[in-house]
């Protein structure tokens, strides 16, 4: 049975014969597949060409108007096929309560509408992949080596432009462009927690040691001090899930001495690259309890750019606060939109507009809160549980082992939402999202299509059968 992507060893040998080809005549052959493609490609060339290249600004629309053609598509499909899954049943019960409640702040149409649009545009490709009618075999091993490739031509253009004179920092960014070193490395930690999932799968040390040198090169390169907490915090749970599916804790002593030496080693880097050419302070003393809780608790004014920077605990606290005036904003927060904004179409939420700060959105676990209250944060939550239980299963259920490692992946990148929407604006970090969300709907696609043809002539791990 060759449409869906399991494994099954009578056609292993016919498929290895040329998966690329067999990948390439199946996206010619599915154009709005295609359009999700190049709407990526768009997001993740764009920013440095509009910073290096005479390309407008208005290109940075390319990606969202690839995303409209792919909801519109996803609808249409929906509506033909007279096919609607749950999940887009809960989209569409959420946006109407929401959507109310907006109004009801005397939100204007438009601002929910992009609110709205903010909101779900990536978590409408995880729809749009599950809604394919089947897939290559290759597929998934095809996403997790290109994922890899492209962190390496990241880290290949960053080293360019160090030695081409961009100083390291904000702008150090790869194609990721202008104050790009937040999407970047959310994209590493995707990359990484794939490549967890591969040790996971098949031990496979060395390619994860690989992602984890790009990734520590990349972050020292551009100044990124989050990954020094948060590689280690995918290690864990990595670790965790090892121990829980039986591994031995001999082998597991044995990578966490060989992989713990990265974080030295960044350490010293960061220090010797970064610091100390610059006049900064060294990582140990950003890192220290002092300059953490000055610079997570307060509010920064940039004269220069005219904002307001909100540390991330104080925008968590802030959120809190300002959804305390009455019990229904509470429960419901300010509506979809409200906090969000667009300077080029002129919108502004509701929340943002009586802001004391100014029209910054902030972090996304405050515009979360603002947005959702507190049970749009709980269904939120069932969701991101929902989806891990059936990455979970995948692990167990799937003997495709390329289709486990983009299951185990993800799992271990969902554990670490808390930190992405707290750290940073992560919900609408283009390339991440679209991969993230792609990736999510194309693994629950093959799950509920394994199940369904359990009693056929597909493998199952032995545990199954």
């Not at 929401?98 to 702040?105: G, I, N, Q």
Request: include cysteine; aromatic fraction near 14%.
């Amino acid at each position: 049975m060759m449409s869906y992507a399991y494994w099954n060893e009578s056609d292993t040998k016919e498929q290895n014969v040329a998966p690329t080809f067999a990948i390439v005549k199946f996206i010619g052959a599915n154009k709005p597949l295609l359009l999700l493609l190049l709407a990526i490609s768009a997001e993740l060339l764009v920013p440095i060409l509009i910073w290096k290249t005479p390309l407008p600004g208005i290109a940075r629309w390319l990606g969202d108007i690839g995303l409209a053609i792919i909801l519109v598509w996803t609808v249409g499909q929906m509506l033909v096929k007279d096919r609607v899954p749950a999940a887009a049943l809960f989209l569409i019960g959420f946006t109407l309560i929401s959507c109310t409640v907006a109004a009801f702040e005397g939100q204007a149409a438009a601002a929910t509408t992009w609110g709205w649009w903010m909101m779900f545009k990536y978590p409408v490709t995880a729809l749009f992949v599950y809604l394919q009618r089947d897939w290559p075999i290759d597929l998934a091993e095809w996403f997790y080596r290109l994922s890899i490739l492209v962190l390496l031509a990241e880290v290949i253009i960053q080293i360019g432009q160090y030695l081409t004179g961009e100083v390291t920092g904000d702008n150090l960014a790869g194609t990721f462009g202008l104050h790009g070193v937040s999407p970047l490395v959310n994209f590493i930690f995707i990359v990484t927690s794939l490549a967890y999932g591969s040790w996971l799968v098949n031990g496979d040390w060395r390619r994860l040691g690989y992602v984890l040198f790009l990734g520590a090169l990349s972050s020292t390169l551009g100044a990124m001090r989050i990954y020094y907490v948060c590689m280690p915090l995918l290690g864990v749970i990595a670790m965790l899930i090892h121990l829980i599916k039986g591994g031995r804790l001999q082998t597991l002593l044995m990578y966490i001495f060989l992989f713990s030496a990265i974080v030295p080693i960044f350490v010293f880097a960061y220090n010797t690259a970064v610091a100390a050419p610059r006049g900064q302070k060294s990582l140990q003393e950003l890192l220290g309890e002092n300059v953490n809780l000055e610079y997570l608790n307060t509010v920064r004014y940039d004269p220069i750019d005219g904002k307001y920077d909100l540390g991330r605990n104080f925008s968590v606290i802030y959120g809190w606060q300002s959804i305390q005036r009455d019990p229904i904003t509470l429960l419901f927060g300010y509506g979809v939109g409200s906090r969000s904004n667009s300077i080029s179409l002129g919108i502004v939420g509701a929340a943002l507009e009586g802001s004391d700060y100014g029209a910054v959105s902030g972090t996304s676990i405050l515009v979360l809160i603002q947005e959702l209250g507190v049970a749009g944060l709980t269904l939120l939550c069932l969701v991101w549980a929902w989806i891990m239980s059936i990455l979970w299963r995948c692990t167990n259920a799937l003997a495709a082992p390329y289709v486990r490692i983009l299951a185990y992946g993800l799992l271990i990148y969902t554990c670490g939402w808390p930190i992405w929407l707290w750290h940073s604006g992560a919900w609408r970090f283009p390339v991440s999202m679209m991969l993230y969300w792609a990736l999510v709907g194309y693994v629950i696609h093959i799950y509920y299509h394994h199940i369904k043809d359990a009693r056929s002539s597909l493998q199952l791990l032995p545990s199954e059968v």
